[in-house]
Each structure stands twice: as structure tokens, then as C-alpha cells.
């Protein structure tokens, strides 16, 4: 274990651009890939790295984001490790809620302070990617850095979407600038390796994640006045501090809104995922459920995801990712879908029961560029054709979002319902 580095993940806003995702849970509560949450990544990238004390930090929808943390992270009496999860909390000197990233941290402070350790680690609670902190923070020691950032080299359509950083050729930070106009670009390209000048990726783009020595972060939060690490606090210590750039070349996405969401996941169905669920060394942890096998009836399956405890008698499904315990009939057609599964599994009695809609997708249905929730309900020949052809949209039971269809937790669409 890494004694040297406390942890902070930043749960991040009420999550509106992921919405409904959102509406009943905080982004780091968000499943992902079947079986877990959007939070085991970070965990899981700092477990992996030797760093086992966390603290994650949010203020919206905790409940659920708190179930899991306490039933999944367990490391057991006599262990200095944790993961806590910290919600806002109004003081007698403090009565708002969180402002940014960086009052997050301020706000939080006096529980890191009980702890001993050099440095801090600030990571995003919302981004898809596999990453060794142990060697950022080598780097971050060898060079004498007091903030190392991770970087990631972009292409020049990206790199108008971030927070772009110029360096010199040891890396040092010597000025950034936020989401830029195209016309001025030129004068920010950095230096990056030769592969990814081959691949035209020539800006150095913040990834959001910090290393910043303990006495200088606890000296930045004395100033009430900054509420953003990369909006504020970056540009601010420029000439101030030693900021070193940290380049970063693997996968990395943000899960920002509901497209990145759902190509995110659907991108677990490749041949080769960018994503790599099936690295041992890189291993994504998550709550350990005592679920039966997946069990599959005259299904044509493709490029398809499937986790634990389904029954599936659908005759295809076809580029999906199906979250556990989901139930398909008979007939049915899923296409570049993904189905988060249920909670729990209903009684047999319920499922058979024909004045009520049961969970999971029923018989003959055709489900087609759709995310669907938790506990949805699907009737019998429901069609669901999602694309490019249909307007943002929101009804009670589902919204529509860059053609992505999203059926809200726990939903009820009938028999014959068409979208």
C-alpha cells in the first residue's frame, strides 16, 4: 500500500447532461458495462496502483452510490485501507453546497487532514480508462513537480472540446488555455511521441486528473475565491509553481453526456475493446454478487455483452450489452442496445402474471439504438427504432437524446408501445 497519497474523486455536479441516468442516482453511481458503476473505474485504476485510501466526494443522489461503495469495498479490520464516501454538508461556517471542483475539496479538507500522507491524487468520478498512478507520481517526484497533470495528446477537431496545455521539452507547463477557436491552435501544439504525430495528435489536452504536494494544495484552499482545479487553479499557479505535464497515450473517454455514454459501452463489444475488461493486471472491481449463469435459448448472438444471471430466449441480439439479471422473450430483436439489467429478480408467478408488464423486454419486440434502465418494463411487441431520424424528446416514461433512446428506470412501456 502507498502510504505517500491520499485519494479524492470528485462525484462531480447533479450530472444534467446524463440525464435521466441521473435523475434518481449520482454520476458515479451510473452502471456501466452490465455490472458495474462508473466509480469502480477510478477505484478500481487506484487499487491497482497501490493507492487503497480513497475518499469520494459527492453531493447529489448519494444513496445508491453509498450502497455500493459499502458493499463492495471491504478491506477488512485489520487494514489501513478504505474508501469513504464524503456528501456535502452544511456547517456553522460553511451553508452552501459544492461550487466546483476545487471547493469540493476545500469544503472537505478537515477529514483529509486526520490522515499522514505527501500527497494528493484529485481524480474524476465520470471517465472510462485504465491508468498506473504509481508511475504519474514517480515522475511527479523525480522532477520536483509541486502539481503534475495528466495529459492526453488530442487532434485538432478534439482539441477545441478541452482545456489544451503548452509545454516545453521537459514537459514543464508553461501556459493553457481553455476549450480554444480553431484559428488558434497552431501556436499550441506540444511535444508528443512520434506515434502520436503519425496520428495527427499534437495538442496535450487535461485529462483532469492532479498530483499536488500536500502543504501547497492545503495552501491553495485558504483562498475561498477559486472553485475550479482546471478553470482556476491551473492557470493560476502558472509561473507561481512547477506544473509538469504527464502524458498519458491509452485509452481515455469522458463520459460527459448520453452519446458518450452509450458508444462508451458499446464499444465493450469489439473484437479488441479499447477498454480492456479482460486485463487481469488492470482489473475493474466491483460488488461480488452470488448471481446463477446466464442462460440462452435460440439466440443468434453478436459483438454481445452479456453479464451474470440472465435468461435470454430473444432470437437476436446483435452489437448489446445486457446488464445482469435481464429478461428477454421469445422472438424478440435487440440491436446496438444497452440493457442495465434489474435490481432483483421477480417472483415466477409475477413474470407469468398476463394483466402485468414484467421486467425486462418481452416477446416480438424490436429494440434498436436504445439505453435501457434499471427495472424497465417492456411489454410484448413494443418497438423502439432509435437513429438519427428522431428530435430530442422527453415523456414520463423515456427521453430522446441525439437519437439515442433512453427509457427511464423502472419504466412501464405496454404491449405494443412504439417510439
Excluded at 495528466?150 to 488555455?177: M, Y
Aim: glycine fraction near 8%; charge should be neutral.
Amino acid at each position: 500500500m502507498n502510504k505517500k497519497v491520499l485519494s479524492i474523486i470528485l462525484g462531480g455536479g447533479q450530472g444534467s447532461r446524463l440525464y435521466p441516468l441521473t435523475e434518481a442516482r449520482s454520476k458515479p453511481a451510473v452502471p456501466i458495462a452490465g455490472k458495474y458503476r462508473l466509480v469502480d473505474i477510478p477505484i478500481s485504476n487506484c487499487i491497482n496502483s497501490g493507492i487503497t485510501r480513497m475518499f469520494v466526494l459527492t453531493q447529489f443522489n448519494s444513496a445508491s452510490l453509498n450502497r455500493h461503495i459499502k458493499n463492495t469495498y471491504n478491506f477488512g479490520k485489520f487494514s489501513a485501507a478504505f474508501v469513504d464516501v464524503l456528501a456535502a454538508e452544511q456547517t456553522p461556517t460553511n451553508q452552501t453546497w459544492f461550487q466546483g471542483t476545487a471547493d469540493a475539496v476545500r469544503q472537505s479538507m478537515h477529514h483529509f487532514a486526520n490522515y499522514n500522507f505527501d500527497y494528493f491524487l484529485i481524480l474524476s468520478g465520470d471517465q472510462l480508462y485504465q491508468m498506473d498512478y504509481e508511475l504519474m507520481l514517480q515522475k511527479h517526484i523525480e522532477t520536483g513537480a509541486d502539481i503534475s497533470l495528466a495529459t492526453l495528446p488530442v487532434n485538432a477537431h478534439d482539441a477545441t472540446s478541452f482545456g489544451i496545455l503548452k509545454t516545453d521539452e521537459d514537459s514543464w507547463i508553461s501556459s493553457f488555455i481553455e476549450k480554444p477557436e480553431a484559428k488558434l491552435l497552431p501556436d499550441w501544439t506540444s511535444d508528443v511521441s512520434s506515434k502520436m504525430k503519425d496520428e495527427g495528435r499534437n495538442y496535450l489536452a487535461s485529462m483532469g486528473i492532479y498530483i499536488f504536494n500536500r502543504k501547497l494544495l492545503i495552501e491553495l484552499m485558504k483562498n475561498p475565491d477559486t472553485m475550479d482545479f482546471g478553470k482556476e487553479i491551473m492557470p493560476q499557479s502558472l509561473g507561481k509553481h512547477k506544473l509538469l505535464s504527464y502524458q498519458f497515450e491509452g485509452y481515455w473517454t469522458d463520459i460527459g453526456n448520453i452519446a458518450s455514454f452509450f458508444e462508451a459501452n458499446l464499444g465493450l463489444t469489439d473484437d479488441i475493446p479499447e477498454f480492456d475488461l479482460y486485463d487481469k493486471p488492470k482489473r475493474i472491481y466491483t460488488r461480488a454478487r452470488m448471481l446463477p449463469t446466464t442462460k440462452i435459448s435460440g439466440t443468434t448472438l453478436n459483438k454481445t455483452v452479456v453479464a451474470d444471471g440472465c435468461i435470454i430466449h430473444a432470437a437476436k441480439l446483435d452489437r448489446c450489452v445486457i446488464g445482469i439479471r435481464a429478461r428477454i422473450g421469445c422472438e424478440s430483436t435487440v440491436i446496438n442496445t444497452y440493457m442495465m439489467g434489474s435490481d432483483y429478480y421477480q417472483k415466477l408467478e409475477e413474470v407469468i402474471d398476463r394483466e402485468k408488464t414484467p421486467m425486462g423486454i418481452g416477446e416480438r419486440c424490436f429494440i434498436k439504438n436504445a439505453i435501457l434502465d434499471k427495472n424497465c418494463c417492456i411489454g410484448n411487441d413494443v418497438r423502439i427504432n432509435g437513429g438519427a431520424h428522431l428530435k430530442d424528446k422527453e415523456t414520463k416514461t423515456y427521453v430522446i437524446r441525439q437519437g439515442v433512446v433512453v427509457v427511464k428506470k423502472g419504466a412501464v412501456l405496454p404491449n405494443g408501445f412504439v417510439i
